[in-house]
């Protein structure tokens, strides 16, 4: 039998998980928006860049299912990050249909200013954590990504 935390009768948003991952989560995303701006890029803009170096997608397409965005906000996203010089679609040699992005020079050349600027946030963020509360924690956040993947493919 599932446990049961949070009912209808006694719910408080403040002490929902919902609601406090969201702010926790809208308070990285200003901290990182304040720490890339010298780069020129937003933390959106680092999302799509971060998921094509890293090679988590390689198509808008991908892009779109990754960061849970509609295509054509994503096509645009793109247009500006290809505007800027960071990024470039390119055909597919394999199947001429399929446009594949690729990271420019600029944009890989950049990739180690955001990683730092990324890691310094998430540093600052988890100031007073020691490594097994974040592991703790790590493995928390996973166990709710499985459990809502699960119910997803039921």
């Not at 928006?33 to 094509?52: C, F, R």
């Not at 955001?114 to 956040?141: I, P, R, T, Y």
Request: proline share 3%.
């Amino acid at each position: 039998m599932k446990p049961t935390f949070y009912s209808a009768d006694s719910y408080v948003i403040g002490d929902s998980i919902g609601f406090l991952i969201g702010q926790a989560q809208l308070r990285l995303h200003d901290a990182l928006n304040a720490e890339l701006a010298p780069t020129g890029i937003s933390w959106p803009q680092w999302k799509v860049l971060m998921h094509v170096y890293y090679k988590r997608a390689e198509t808008a397409a991908d892009l779109s299912r990754c960061t849970a965005n509609d295509t054509g906000s994503m096509t645009r996203m793109v247009d500006r990050l290809e505007e800027k010089g960071f990024l470039r679609r390119v055909r597919s040699e394999a199947d001429r249909r399929q446009v594949k992005l690729e990271l420019t020079d600029a944009g890989r050349a950049l990739m180690p200013t955001m990683v730092q600027a990324v890691v310094d946030v998430l540093n600052n963020q988890l100031e007073g954590f020691d490594q097994a509360e974040l592991d703790l924690f790590k493995s928390f956040l996973r166990r709710m990504v499985a459990n809502a993947d699960a119910r997803k493919a039921e």
